[in-house]
Nanobody
Framework: QVQLVESGGGLVQPGGSLRLSCAAS????????MGWYRQTPGNQREWVAV???????DYPDSVKGRFTISRDNAKNTVYLQMNSLKPEDTAVYYC?????????WGQGTQVTVSS
């Protein structure tokens, strides 16, 4: 079984940065694909980022060039670095892991971008 614990959310001003963390237990992050989704206040669900076991990364156009997903195998943690944040980035961010064709989810962390 895989457990994901997220942290790093909070309030930030437009143009600022946040780094979200997703710590995994029960397996190693290097062995499977992991990524992030977000759910906006209007309940719209958007895929944000993915990193595969091979280290390839991908993003939607809405965050490309601003967000970076990475992993630290020694800490068994995946990160989402978010730069140049905009009010429309406000959402609950959820980490996920694809393990043996099953998707595990974190509890979510709130990100609010406001002046």
């Amino acid at each position: 079984q895989v457990q994901l614990v997220e942290s790093g959310g909070g309030l930030v001003q437009p143009g600022g940065s946040l780094r979200l963390s997703c710590a995994a237990s029960g397996s190693f992050v290097s062995n499977y694909a992991m990524g992030w989704y977000r759910q906006t206040p209007g309940n719209q669900r958007e895929w944000v980022a993915v990193i595969t076991s091979g280290g390839s990364r991908d993003y939607p156009d809405s965050v490309k060039g601003r967000f970076t997903i990475s992993r630290d195998n020694a800490k068994n943690t995946v990160y989402l670095q978010m730069n140049s944040l905009k009010p429309e980035d406000t959402a609950v961010y959820y980490c996920y892991a694809d393990v043996w064709s099953r998707r595990y989810w974190g509890q979510g962390t709130q990100v609010t971008v406001s002046s």
